[in-house]
């Protein structure tokens, strides 16, 4: 799983990340971009230059969610295969990106970022030694600062973290999903190059 795979799809992706904050989807995603190559529409940069321009929180989310499909369908219109690198939380995210796939001939895939929660600990680790941005959360018990309250319950915090980690928005068709375990026995690389050998099974 270490090597990285030498085969490059010959069809444009459309990758949808999964996972908690702090579950590595970003870093997996820059890994990704590299190796296929791809277009990375980034979430978290758009929501944070919508509230750096005065925009409250839910407008900032609204928002952030129409441009980053603008963004993507641009990019496919181009031949660019895109991974769209935000929490695929809702039923609607996860149908919008099946549905612009198939509307650019692109091959849509579901890659899911697997933790534990076991991993909270972790994860609260990791989200705290990134250098985070305005719409991220700061702690796995530390909302966003812009976000309506400044801190959440441990309690809260553990059950708004199982619900993303227990109950991911998977594709009603799992033949297209991805689940890596990126929990910190793999390294980035290793997740990488497994999510490559999956996707090269579709479209090599």
Known sequence: MSQQPQCTPTRKLLIQLSGPP???KSTLATHLSRALPAIIVNHDTLKTFFLSTSHDWTNATQLTYELQWVLARDFL???????MDSTC???RVRDTGIALAAEH???YVYVECRVSLDDLELL???IKQRDGMRSQRRGVWEPPVDAERD???EEEGKELFRRWIEEPCRPEDERR???VETGGALTPEEC???VMSEIGKWSG
Do not use: F, K, M, W
């Open 192 to 194: 990488c190059a497994y």
């Open 77 to 83: 219109t181009q031949n660019h295969s895109v991974i």
């Open 105 to 107: 001939d692109a091959l």
């Open 22 to 24: 702090g579950s590595g």
């Open 124 to 126: 609260d680790e990791r």
């Open 177 to 179: 999903t991805v689940v």
């Open 89 to 91: 939380n809702y039923p």
């Open 151 to 153: 801190s959440i319950g």
